[in-house]
């Protein structure tokens, strides 16, 4: 569910399983499918799309940015 604020939007993705994680896998998932889809984008550059996974926190990272 998407929710508009005057000086934002925030996206809510209801979870079966701990949020944190979830959204840790479907970040790295969503990196895969851009690591293998776009050619054109790793051949040129490569290191675009390794920053975005390494700013990635790790999962007890991600769990005390929650508090």
Known sequence: MVKFHPDKFVIEVATAVDPVES???????????????DIELMSKRPHYLALLRNMLPDLDTAKKMTK
Not at 23 to 37: A, G, Y
């Open 23 to 37: 959204w840790l896998e479907t970040q790295n998932e969503m990196l895969d499918v851009l690591q293998s889809e």
